[in-house]
């Protein structure tokens, strides 16, 4: 098991670019989310796939924000136009097919600067 | 928007000693994890409650549900300094989403 692997860790960038993350969930797993986390506080539920369709994406994220997962494998998150307010935490996770709520496996993050 | 509230916002206690942490919520839920994450790491997760269920051991960890308060409560045992970390409760609005808390912070003292 080698656990949820998230790059970059850091990334650091001026006002305006864009910026690409990935996620590579643990193999099994189907589900796969994108969080959000600010000091302070708890993670703040971005979107989510099961296997390769997108079934959910919260209504804070603006159009900016864009997600991927085209093999139902890996994801990418990509933020365009990037602002000051989006600097933060990034945050993946997988889990399990059962039915329902499964204990969910994340990374280690992305942490984001904007300059 | 976070619909789990954890209880204290920080906690310090002396290594040995019990380590109490609350955790309430708004709307009716099918379960309740805990989650463990130590600074600048992902979330660990410790345990999951189901609402038909009460109380739950893991090791030195009591996870209790009281669905008639919607609270829950995470009990460590004989803290050690590893335990020093932010612990989060979340809770499903849906068959696939978790809604978080602000966490509490508990710091292990040596």
């Known amino acids: 098991d080698t656990g949820v692997s998230q790059n970059p860790r850091h990334k650091i960038t001026k006002r305006g670019q864009n910026v690409t993350f990935r996620c590579d969930p643990i193999s099994e797993h189907n589900r796969l989310y994108w969080y959000r986390q600010t000091l302070g506080q708890g993670p703040e539920f971005l979107t989510y796939?099961?296997?390769?369709?997108?079934?959910?994406k919260s209504r804070l994220l603006s159009d900016r924000f864009s997600a991927e997962r085209p093999k139902g494998s890996f994801s990418t998150l990509e933020i365009q136009r990037t602002e000051q307010g989006d600097s933060a935490m990034y945050l993946c996770?997988?889990?399990?097919?059962?039915?329902?709520?499964?204990?969910?496996?994340f990374g280690d993050g992305t942490r984001l600067s904007i300059l | 928007s976070q619909q789990g509230e954890e209880d204290p916002q920080a906690l310090s206690i002396q290594e040995g000693e019990n380590a109490t942490m609350n955790c309430s919520y708004k709307?009716?839920?099918?379960?309740l994890q805990w989650y463990r994450q130590n600074s600048g790491r992902g979330l660990v997760h410790l345990i999951l409650i189901r609402s038909n269920e009460r109380e739950k051991h893991s090791g030195r960890l009591r996870v209790t549900l009281d669905t008639s308060k919607k609270s829950s409560s995470l009990l460590i045992t004989a803290s050690r300094a590893a335990d020093t970390a932010s612990y989060f409760c979340?809770?499903?609005?849906?068959?696939?989403?978790?809604?978080w808390g602000a966490g509490t912070k508990l710091i292990i003292k040596p």
């Open positions: 796939f099961q296997n390769e369709a997108q079934l959910e």
């Open positions: 709307t009716s839920i099918n379960n």
């Open positions: 996770a997988s889990s399990g097919t059962a039915s329902g709520n499964q204990p969910q496996h």
């Open positions: 979340a809770t499903d609005d849906s068959n696939y989403q978790l809604i």
